[in-house]
């Protein structure tokens, strides 16, 4: 079982590139003198981006899903998958993701707005049925216990709680807070 959701994972990490409209590779140097690696694949076709991060430990996957308004995040080192519903006044559409992607890699056009940000906290209850948020995301969270986030709206980014960040690029910042990341 284990080594079925690992070739599956590393199938769609591989092809995803050559299936994508497009795609683009940041190398970014870390607070801490880390490297980080993302990656940002757009499939116009499916509607769907992936987001791959590379940060060692605190590595993650990310599927957005258009069709479905679903979204999900799942952290390599917690081995759980957060699923939550998109905010499209805040989620860039794919044409503005794949714009604003190339832009801020060719460090071209207009100065760079701050990232926008959501902050969501994640329930306590496993979502049963991982298919009712679309294929994408079944396929992400497949094998793993997912949890449903619900964005905090209109609230501080101080908490109590412990967060996990999910940032994409300088984009936008995403985080999950609650007593089940930790």
Same mark, same amino acid.
Request: include cysteine; aromatic fraction near 10%; proline fraction near 5%.
């Given at each position: 079982?284990?080594? =079925? !959701?690992?070739?599956?994972? +590393?199938?769609?990490?591989? +092809? ?8 683009? *590779?940041?190398?970014? /140097?870390?607070?801490?003198?880390? *490297? ?7 499939? @116009? ?5 992936? !987001?791959? *991060?590379?940060?060692?430990? @605190? ?5 957005? /899903? #258009? ?14 998958? #957060? ?10 559409? +794919? &044409? ?9 890699? /060719? ?11 959501? &902050?969501? =906290? ?9 298919? &009712? ?33 999910? /940032? +994409? ?6 985080? #999950?807070?609650?007593?089940? !990341?930790?």
């Amino acid at each position: 079982m284990k080594l =079925t !959701i690992l070739i599956a994972s +590393l199938l769609g990490v591989f +092809l995803t590139p050559t299936l994508a409209n497009d795609s683009v *590779t940041l190398t970014n /140097d870390g607070n801490d003198g880390s *490297t980080v690696h993302q990656t940002v694949n757009i499939n @116009n076709e499916n509607n769907v981006a992936n !987001i791959d *991060t590379n940060n060692g430990w @605190n590595s993650w996957n990310s599927v957005w /899903d #258009f069709n479905s308004g679903f979204a999900a995040v799942r952290p390599f080192a917690k081995k759980t998958c #957060f699923v939550h519903k998109m905010n499209r006044k805040v989620v860039p559409n +794919l &044409q503005e993701l794949a714009r604003l992607t190339k832009q801020n890699k /060719d460090k071209k056009g207009p100065a760079v707005p701050p990232p926008r940000s959501l &902050q969501y =906290t994640v329930t306590e209850t496993r979502a049963n049925n991982v298919a &009712q948020f679309g294929k994408p995301v079944e396929a992400l969270c497949r094998g793993v216990p997912t949890y449903y986030a619900q964005e905090m709206q209109g609230a501080g980014f101080f908490s109590l709680e412990s967060c996990l960040d999910a /940032d +994409l690029l300088w984009i936008l910042r995403i985080s #999950f807070c609650g007593g089940i !990341i930790f």
